[in-house]
């Protein structure tokens, strides 16, 4: 029998607490690098993450750079978390918590930053364009 749903219930806040960081962050990258975003994001979440998070490879063997990277990104994190949650009694949560949930903030600031953006873009197209509207003139009353 494959178990798909961990049998923690902690497991699976920490699988939802990924999610909701890759895909806010992603979200919120989309108004700032348009149609360079999948290529960004590809390396952020997939090139980078997947080495860096300890998963395959303990973190102790993977080279400098990507040990350097575990703490930081989000994959490295629930991993931690699952491993915590699995196998050590959920000892030590606090960091991959914290920075799962700053992961979602900034994930969340991007999109409201995007949005303000966008937003002030608008209005100032919208004033563009009511200044460069003809106004006609108004009609000339005809003496008696």
């Not at 049998?7 to 108004?31: E, I, K, M, N």
């Not at 350097?68 to 606090?94: K, T, W």
Request: charged share 10%; with cysteine.
């Amino acid at each position: 029998m494959v178990q798909a749903i961990p049998p923690h219930p902690l497991a699976l806040l920490y699988l939802f607490l990924l999610t909701q960081a890759v895909s806010l962050t992603a979200y919120g990258l989309v108004p700032f690098f348009g149609g360079f975003f999948p290529g960004i994001a590809i390396t952020l979440f997939v090139l980078l993450s997947v080495p860096s998070s300890g998963g395959a490879v303990p973190v102790q063997l993977v080279p400098g750079f990507f040990s350097f990277l575990h703490p930081i990104l989000p994959m490295g994190n629930a991993v931690d978390a699952l491993r915590s949650v699995g196998y050590f009694g959920n000892s030590e949560l606090l960091r991959p918590a914290a920075m799962l949930c700053a992961w979602i903030a900034a994930g969340a600031t991007l999109i409201l930053f995007g949005y303000l953006r966008q937003q002030r873009r608008l209005a100032q197209e919208a004033a563009d364009q009511t200044m460069t509207e003809y106004v006609p003139e108004p009609p000339q009353k005809i003496p008696p």
